[in-house]
Nanobody, 123 residues
Framework: QVQLVESGGGLVQAGGSLRLSCAAS????????MGWFRQAPGKEREFVAA????????YYADDVKGRFTISKDNANNAVYLQMNSLKPEDTAVYSC????????????????WGQGTQVTVSS
């Protein structure tokens, strides 16, 4: 089994930055891809970014492209999400996930999920 634990969420003003971390344990990186999703109150969970384990190819949702950066550290079994120029509409619970399909944007493509970390952006 794989366990994923997110950290780094918090309260930040609009225009600020946060860096989220996702630590994998158990059988880390047993699959080819890691992704970040978010769920705002009253909304469905949505894709944010994904990265491949091997070459580090990255994928982003259109509304975070240019502001968010996903990266990985295979040696430490970790994935990160650097979030810059944050907007109030970025407020959500952010969760990391692991799955076999590189670049997948659907939740169903991921097999393991973390509990999530709250990100709140004030205006």
């Amino acid at each position: 089994q794989v366990q994923l634990v997110e950290s780094g969420g918090g309260l930040v003003q609009a225009g600020g930055s946060l860096r989220l971390s996702c630590a994998a344990s158990g059988r880390p990186w047993s699959m080819g891809a890691m992704g970040w999703f978010r769920q705002a109150p009253g909304k469905e969970r949505e894709f944010v970014a994904a990265i491949s384990r091997s070459v580090g190819m990255t994928y982003y949702a259109d509304d975070v492209k240019g502001r968010f950066t996903i990266s990985k550290d295979n040696a430490n079994n970790a994935v990160y999400l650097q979030m810059n120029s944050l907007k109030p509409e970025d407020t959500a619970v952010y969760s990391c996930a692991m799955g076999p399909v590189v670049g997948a944007r659907r939740m169903e493509a991921y097999d393991y999920w973390g509990q999530g970390t709250q990100v709140t952006v004030s205006s």
